[in-house]
Protein backbone atom coordinates (compact mmCIF):
# COMPACT_ATOMS: atom_id res chain seq x y z
CA UNK A 1 0.00 0.00 0.00
CA UNK A 2 1.52 3.57 -0.90
CA UNK A 3 -0.89 6.69 -0.06
CA UNK A 4 -4.51 5.88 0.17
CA UNK A 5 -6.34 3.05 -0.69
CA UNK A 6 -10.34 3.01 -1.36
CA UNK A 7 -12.22 0.05 -1.87
CA UNK A 8 -14.97 -0.50 -4.05
CA UNK A 9 -13.59 1.50 -6.62
CA UNK A 10 -16.88 1.80 -7.87
CA UNK A 11 -20.83 0.00 -6.40
CA UNK A 12 -24.41 -0.43 -7.44
CA UNK A 13 -26.68 -0.16 -4.62
CA UNK A 14 -30.33 -0.82 -4.17
CA UNK A 15 -31.91 2.09 -2.37
CA UNK A 16 -32.20 1.47 0.83
CA UNK A 17 -29.16 -0.89 1.50
CA UNK A 18 -26.58 -0.23 3.86
CA UNK A 19 -22.89 0.27 2.17
CA UNK A 20 -19.36 1.23 3.52
CA UNK A 21 -16.65 2.57 1.86
CA UNK A 22 -13.49 1.59 2.92
CA UNK A 23 -10.34 4.05 3.02
CA UNK A 24 -6.64 3.32 4.36
CA UNK A 25 -4.07 5.11 4.50
CA UNK A 26 -0.03 4.16 5.41
CA UNK A 27 1.13 7.89 5.71
CA UNK A 28 0.72 7.78 9.34
CA UNK A 29 -1.30 11.28 8.56
CA UNK A 30 -3.35 12.49 11.89
CA UNK A 31 -6.12 13.86 9.61
CA UNK A 32 -8.37 12.52 7.14
CA UNK A 33 -11.24 13.55 5.42
CA UNK A 34 -14.26 12.10 3.14
CA UNK A 35 -15.94 14.31 0.53
CA UNK A 36 -18.42 13.47 -2.52
CA UNK A 37 -17.69 15.15 -5.81
CA UNK A 38 -21.05 15.88 -7.99
CA UNK A 39 -21.23 17.67 -11.48
CA UNK A 40 -21.54 21.12 -10.90
CA UNK A 41 -20.95 20.96 -7.00
CA UNK A 42 -17.49 20.45 -6.85
CA UNK A 43 -15.84 18.59 -3.59
CA UNK A 44 -18.03 19.04 -0.65
CA UNK A 45 -16.64 17.58 2.42
CA UNK A 46 -19.04 15.10 4.04
CA UNK A 47 -17.07 14.47 7.62
CA UNK A 48 -13.89 14.57 9.25
CA UNK A 49 -11.66 13.63 11.66
CA UNK A 50 -8.51 15.28 13.47
CA UNK A 51 -7.20 12.15 15.08
CA UNK A 52 -7.60 8.89 16.20
CA UNK A 53 -10.88 8.30 18.20
CA UNK A 54 -12.82 11.98 16.88
CA UNK A 55 -15.10 12.64 14.09
CA UNK A 56 -16.43 16.03 12.82
CA UNK A 57 -19.27 16.92 10.63
CA UNK A 58 -18.58 18.25 6.99
CA UNK A 59 -20.69 20.56 4.63
CA UNK A 60 -22.89 17.25 3.83
CA UNK A 61 -23.20 15.13 6.23
CA UNK A 62 -26.83 13.81 6.68
CA UNK A 63 -26.99 10.55 5.44
CA UNK A 64 -23.30 9.49 6.64
CA UNK A 65 -21.65 8.08 9.32
CA UNK A 66 -17.73 7.67 9.77
CA UNK A 67 -15.34 6.29 12.84
CA UNK A 68 -12.00 6.35 13.53
CA UNK A 69 -10.90 3.56 15.51
CA UNK A 70 -7.07 3.94 14.88
CA UNK A 71 -4.75 6.22 12.88
CA UNK A 72 -4.53 4.59 9.62
CA UNK A 73 -8.53 3.70 8.70
CA UNK A 74 -11.11 5.93 7.97
CA UNK A 75 -14.49 4.25 6.61
CA UNK A 76 -17.88 5.99 5.18
CA UNK A 77 -20.82 4.16 6.51
CA UNK A 78 -24.45 4.89 4.85
CA UNK A 79 -26.87 3.05 6.90
CA UNK A 80 -29.39 3.56 4.16
CA UNK A 81 -28.75 4.50 0.96
CA UNK A 82 -30.21 6.80 -1.11
CA UNK A 83 -30.56 8.23 -4.78
CA UNK A 84 -28.99 11.45 -4.13
CA UNK A 85 -26.25 9.66 -2.64
CA UNK A 86 -25.13 8.97 -6.06
CA UNK A 87 -21.34 10.38 -6.35
CA UNK A 88 -17.59 10.01 -6.33
CA UNK A 89 -16.51 9.64 -3.36
CA UNK A 90 -12.91 10.60 -2.37
CA UNK A 91 -11.07 9.90 0.77
CA UNK A 92 -7.91 12.33 1.77
CA UNK A 93 -5.40 12.84 4.60
CA UNK A 94 -3.30 15.28 5.68
CA UNK A 95 -0.29 15.52 7.80
CA UNK A 96 -1.18 18.63 9.61
CA UNK A 97 -3.74 21.19 9.72
CA UNK A 98 -1.93 23.62 7.04
CA UNK A 99 -0.90 20.69 4.67
CA UNK A 100 -1.89 19.83 0.93
CA UNK A 101 -4.71 16.43 0.99
CA UNK A 102 -3.48 13.27 -0.39
CA UNK A 103 -6.90 11.79 -2.22
CA UNK A 104 -7.58 8.35 -2.40
CA UNK A 105 -8.47 7.43 -6.00
CA UNK A 106 -12.60 7.41 -5.44
CA UNK A 107 -15.57 5.27 -5.32
CA UNK A 108 -17.98 5.70 -8.02
CA UNK A 109 -21.16 5.06 -5.97
CA UNK A 110 -24.83 4.78 -7.75
CA UNK A 111 -27.52 4.37 -5.54
CA UNK A 112 -30.61 2.64 -7.71
CA UNK B 1 -20.69 35.14 -2.04
CA UNK B 2 -19.00 31.38 -2.18
CA UNK B 3 -16.11 31.29 -0.15
CA UNK B 4 -13.88 30.15 -2.95
CA UNK B 5 -14.97 31.34 -6.19
CA UNK B 6 -13.15 30.47 -9.74
CA UNK B 7 -14.08 30.91 -13.30
CA UNK B 8 -15.33 27.79 -14.50
CA UNK B 9 -14.07 28.14 -17.86
CA UNK B 10 -13.82 26.18 -20.23
CA UNK B 11 -10.29 27.83 -21.53
CA UNK B 12 -9.18 26.37 -24.76
CA UNK B 13 -5.36 27.89 -26.00
CA UNK B 14 -3.30 26.32 -28.44
CA UNK B 15 -0.13 24.49 -27.19
CA UNK B 16 2.76 27.14 -26.06
CA UNK B 17 -0.07 29.62 -24.72
CA UNK B 18 0.52 30.68 -21.81
CA UNK B 19 -3.02 30.83 -19.52
CA UNK B 20 -3.90 32.58 -16.21
CA UNK B 21 -6.34 31.27 -13.41
CA UNK B 22 -7.56 33.78 -10.68
CA UNK B 23 -9.78 32.64 -7.81
CA UNK B 24 -10.82 34.72 -5.23
CA UNK B 25 -11.55 33.81 -1.40
CA UNK B 26 -13.93 35.90 1.44
CA UNK B 27 -12.01 34.85 4.43
CA UNK B 28 -9.28 36.96 5.07
CA UNK B 29 -8.21 35.04 7.56
CA UNK B 30 -7.22 32.25 5.13
CA UNK B 31 -3.90 30.98 5.91
CA UNK B 32 -3.25 28.21 3.73
CA UNK B 33 -3.74 28.15 -0.13
CA UNK B 34 -3.31 25.15 -3.11
CA UNK B 35 -3.32 24.61 -6.99
CA UNK B 36 -4.82 20.91 -7.33
CA UNK B 37 -4.99 19.33 -10.71
CA UNK B 38 -8.24 16.72 -11.59
CA UNK B 39 -7.80 14.91 -15.04
CA UNK B 40 -11.37 13.46 -15.98
CA UNK B 41 -12.33 10.58 -13.52
CA UNK B 42 -9.82 10.72 -11.57
CA UNK B 43 -8.74 11.87 -7.80
CA UNK B 44 -7.63 15.78 -7.22
CA UNK B 45 -3.82 15.96 -7.30
CA UNK B 46 -1.52 18.62 -5.64
CA UNK B 47 -0.19 20.64 -8.31
CA UNK B 48 1.22 23.20 -5.65
CA UNK B 49 1.36 25.14 -2.59
CA UNK B 50 1.11 28.91 -3.11
CA UNK B 51 3.35 31.28 -0.70
CA UNK B 52 3.29 34.81 0.48
CA UNK B 53 5.70 36.12 -1.60
CA UNK B 54 5.00 33.37 -4.99
CA UNK B 55 6.41 30.54 -5.95
CA UNK B 56 7.52 29.15 -9.33
CA UNK B 57 7.53 25.57 -10.07
CA UNK B 58 8.69 25.43 -13.84
CA UNK B 59 6.25 26.07 -16.34
CA UNK B 60 3.98 26.80 -13.64
CA UNK B 61 3.90 29.92 -10.94
CA UNK B 62 1.39 30.46 -8.06
CA UNK B 63 0.82 34.07 -6.59
CA UNK B 64 -1.09 35.17 -3.66
CA UNK B 65 -2.77 38.68 -3.20
CA UNK B 66 -3.47 38.76 0.41
CA UNK B 67 -4.64 42.83 0.58
CA UNK B 68 -7.08 41.47 -2.52
CA UNK B 69 -8.09 38.17 -1.48
CA UNK B 70 -6.96 36.06 -4.39
CA UNK B 71 -4.78 33.59 -5.73
CA UNK B 72 -3.90 33.21 -9.43
CA UNK B 73 -1.81 30.32 -11.43
CA UNK B 74 -0.17 31.25 -14.88
CA UNK B 75 0.97 28.05 -16.98
CA UNK B 76 3.82 29.05 -19.51
CA UNK B 77 4.21 26.97 -22.76
CA UNK B 78 1.10 25.35 -22.49
CA UNK B 79 1.37 21.23 -23.15
CA UNK B 80 -1.15 19.09 -24.14
CA UNK B 81 -0.69 17.21 -21.07
CA UNK B 82 -1.73 20.10 -18.91
CA UNK B 83 -5.42 19.57 -20.42
CA UNK B 84 -7.52 19.17 -16.77
CA UNK B 85 -9.44 20.75 -13.92
CA UNK B 86 -7.50 23.10 -11.82
CA UNK B 87 -8.97 23.15 -8.47
CA UNK B 88 -8.44 26.03 -5.97
CA UNK B 89 -8.43 25.11 -2.14
CA UNK B 90 -8.43 27.58 0.18
CA UNK B 91 -7.84 26.64 4.57
CA UNK B 92 -10.05 29.65 5.72
CA UNK B 93 -9.35 28.66 9.52
CA UNK B 94 -7.41 29.64 12.07
CA UNK B 95 -5.93 27.62 14.73
CA UNK B 96 -7.19 23.93 14.52
CA UNK B 97 -8.46 24.13 11.57
CA UNK B 98 -9.31 20.70 10.53
CA UNK B 99 -12.34 20.70 7.95
CA UNK B 100 -12.00 24.05 7.02
CA UNK B 101 -10.70 23.45 3.17
CA UNK B 102 -12.96 24.49 1.08
CA UNK B 103 -12.32 23.91 -3.02
CA UNK B 104 -13.30 26.12 -5.72
CA UNK B 105 -15.60 24.49 -8.22
CA UNK B 106 -12.41 24.47 -11.03
CA UNK B 107 -11.52 25.77 -14.44
CA UNK B 108 -11.67 23.56 -17.03
CA UNK B 109 -8.38 24.17 -19.26
CA UNK B 110 -8.22 22.43 -22.86
CA UNK B 111 -5.14 22.86 -24.49
CA UNK B 112 -5.40 21.96 -28.61
CA UNK B 113 -2.18 21.23 -31.40
Known amino acids: IAGITQAPTSQILAAGRRMTLRCTQD?????MYWYRQDLGLGLRLIHYSNTAGTTGKGEVPDGYSVSRANTDDFPLTLASAVPSQTSVYFCASSATDNSPLHFGNGTRLTVT | RKEVEQDPGPFNVPEGATVAFNCTYSNSASQSFFWYRQDCRKEPKLLMSVYSSGNEDGRFTAQLNRASQYISLLIRDSKLSDSATYLCVVNHGGGTSYGKLTFGQGTILTVHP
Open chain 1, 27 to 31: MRHNA
